[in-house]
């Protein structure tokens, strides 16, 4: 018989939930406490304060979104640095239908909404950004370098997670979830191109 979610769990993902549905200014404490099923005494146990808590929830995210994708990876069983670049761009594909993205992006959401409210938030979201951005840039760089290939890996990238950022919030606006996904598969036809691929799929 599975255990019940510990209390610290039930706070991160109520607050998860909350903070997509209604963004961080709009998302309270205790709306945080009911859903989770904690006491108010719980809530500063684990958190001090509800920068804390959404601090933690951004950390958690930006973890998990890089554990799926690494995950998603080593099961492609792909061998060659091209192989894992277009892996990589499935694998976030494939996330935008599961629970890690189909319902948007915290990092993009917290950036926009914190930048002048909550600077220190947004710091935080804008840092998982550039990790997120500077592995795929390494991954393009080693991809480019296989083939011999001179190209912008840094625009490319800035390119790759626009793509994903902008089909997220265009699916929530026009209620399509595969907004990204189909930004994503345009970004990977102009990506083979690019990298002279054919239709074939690269090996």
Not at 154 to 182: K, W
Request: with cysteine; hydrophobic share 45%.
């Amino acid at each position: 018989m599975a255990r019940p979610a510990k209390a610290r769990e039930r706070l991160l993902d109520a607050a998860e939930d909350l903070l997509l549905a209604r963004g961080y200014a709009a998302t309270q404490l205790d709306r945080v406490r009911e859903q989770a099923g904690v006491s108010k005494g719980a809530i500063f146990y684990h958190f001090n304060s509800k920068e804390a808590l959404a601090e933690a929830i951004l950390e958690r995210f930006f973890e998990r979104l890089v554990t799926e994708a690494q995950d998603a990876l080593r099961a492609s069983g792909a061998t060659t640095a091209t192989a894992r670049l277009f892996a990589y761009i499935d694998a976030v594909a494939t996330l935008t239908r599961t629970p890690a993205l189909a319902r948007g992006c915290l990092l993009g959401m917290m950036t926009m909404e914190c930048a002048e409210t909550y600077p220190p938030l947004a710091s935080l979201a804008a840092d998982g950004f550039t990790k997120w951005h500077g592995s795929l840039t390494t991954l393009i760089q080693e991809a480019a370098s296989e083939r011999r290939l001179d190209v912008d890996a840094t625009g490319l990238a800035t390119s790759f997670l626009a793509a994903v950022e902008g089909g997220l919030l265009l699916g929530r606006q026009s209620n399509t979830p595969p907004a990204a996904e189909s930004a994503i598969t345009h970004f990977r036809h102009y990506l083979a191109f690019v990298f002279q691929i054919g239709k074939e799929t690269p090996a």
